[in-house]
């Protein structure tokens, strides 16, 4: 048996002084072959170091001295990747078979930062982000059980119940924001960290309301879980064939969010308030857009459960014209807030004008929102997931991510984010066309219960 065999692959000795970290005596017995792998990028990277300093010595022009910057920076990114690998092959696998977690939960705190780091480079801003992560990350679950909840109810026509719910829950998250951000009411003064701990006491008492709810049994639905035991096989496969697709795109999506926040912050990393502040403007239309389209996928949904087919589509073209009625309304709503918000924050005269031109393109923008969300909740209702899952992601991925990945990577400092944000929007929301021509030929018109 050799050393390396003898000895646990990472260990931690006690410091030889007390004001020296432990993680300056742990250490890792390497296989040559791990070695190799990591050395061999190593020197790879001292060579592109070597040649940039050589570039610099005889005044080569900025922009060739920068592609070789970019090279440097993916091969630590392919070196950090080889590392992370093998830590987890090897470190992390070996802790979890002897019964230990300490390894993960260390790689587990360590992730966020990395990830982190590719949006924004400001120390300071990613510590606070750590912060604000380290506490909102407990509300996931109970958003979850909520959002099973509403999404439930909403799905057999009761829609008073949680929109009361979330009305609470908003003004519940203010509250205790307004209290713990600045202090209020004797409560200490916890900055970004009160924000995390103010939007986990609201959404763990709307989970409590929702479950409180269903153990009263004034609902259709009940603690019973046993009885998802007893679903007959061709429901189950048919739930699966039908939420495959739907989870999926709900992931690229999300991805695909966070590719247009990570083009922003290459961009003006300093003005990313406005875009906070922007949705905050747009916040309202948002509700209203996503109550219509829940609404429309209630009554369409009825229309076809109940095998109505012709009157299911006559009542599409209607509730299109209410839809764009209270999408117009939502906009003037939104354009108004646009204008008054942004004055009510502390904001550098540019930073405040940035933050009103984004909330007025997205203002602009919203009956776009509007009319698009009741047509992918029309083909959801009609079970058309593959149509909406190739308008939802599938067009997100083909056109707006690759143009903001371009801006990110070629634009920075040459474009004003407004901009960005402009040319986002406009490609993200241009979906609507093939989506009402898709909505027009009436392929989801039918009952996917029979």
């Not at 080569?60 to 970019?70: G, K, M």
């Not at 049994?217 to 429901?235: D, H, V």
């Not at 697709?245 to 590719?259: C, D, I, K, M």
Request: aromatic share 8%; proline share 4%; with cysteine.
């Amino acid at each position: 048996m050799t050393d390396a065999e003898k000895k646990p692959c990472c260990c931690a000795a006690e410091p030889a002084e007390e004001d020296t970290a432990p993680s300056c005596c742990r250490h890792k017995d390497r296989t040559p072959e791990e070695y190799r792998a990591l050395a061999n990028r190593l020197s790879r990277i001292e060579g592109q170091v070597r040649g940039i300093r050589a570039m610099l010595d005889k005044d080569v022009y900025c922009a060739d001295i920068l592609v070789q910057v970019a090279a440097v920076n993916a091969a630590l990114n392919g070196f950090s990747k080889e590392l992370l690998s093998q830590h987890v092959r090897t470190c992390v696998a070996d802790d979890l078979r002897a019964g230990g977690t300490q390894k993960l939960d260390e790689l587990l705190q360590l992730l966020p930062r990395q990830i982190m780091g590719l949006f924004v480079k400001d120390e300071n801003t990613i510590l606070l982000g750590l912060s604000y992560l380290a506490v909102v990350s407990v509300s996931y679950l109970p958003t979850s059980i909520s959002n099973v909840c509403v999404l439930s109810l909403r799905s057999i026509g009761l829609n008073r119940l949680p929109m009361l719910v979330s009305l609470g829950t908003i003004t519940a998250n203010a509250v205790c924001n307004y209290i713990l951000i600045f202090g209020k009411l004797g409560a200490p003064a916890m900055g970004v960290a009160g924000a995390a701990w103010g939007t986990l006491i609201a959404r763990m008492l709307e989970m409590l309301v929702y479950l409180a709810l269903l153990g009263s049994r004034r609902m259709y639905f009940s603690w019973n879980l046993r009885a998802a035991l007893r679903l007959p096989g061709r429901t189950v496969r048919t739930f699966f064939v039908k939420a495959s697709p739907l989870v999926a795109n709900e992931l690229l999506w999300s991805v695909g969010l966070n590719l247009y926040f990570w083009c922003y912050a290459r961009l003006d990393e300093a003005s990313l308030p406005a875009i906070s502040i922007a949705e905050v403007c747009n916040m309202f239309a948002s509700i209203l857009a996503s109550g219509t389209s829940a609404a429309v996928s209630v009554l369409i949904g009825t229309e076809l459960g109940a095998n109505r087919l012709k009157e299911a589509r006559e009542s599409c073209k209607k509730l299109l014209g209410l839809d764009v009625v209270i999408a117009m309304a939502g906009m003037l709503l939104s354009c108004l807030l646009s204008v008054l918000l942004p004055q009510a924050y502390q904001l550098t005269p540019e930073l405040r004008r940035t933050a009103t031109l984004i909330s007025l393109i997205m203002s602009v923008l919203c009956p776009l929102q509007f009319i698009y969300g009741f047509c992918f909740f029309c083909l959801r209702a009609g079970g058309d997931t593959r149509n909406a899952m190739l308008l939802d992601s599938g067009y997100m991925w083909a056109v707006p991510v690759p143009a903001a990945v371009l801006m990110g990577i070629f634009l920075p400092g040459k474009i004003s984010l407004w901009v960005a944000v402009l040319i986002v929007q406009f490609l993200m929301y241009a979906k609507v066309f093939p989506a009402l021509w898709i909505l027009k030929k009436g392929k989801w018109v039918k009952n996917i219960t029979v």
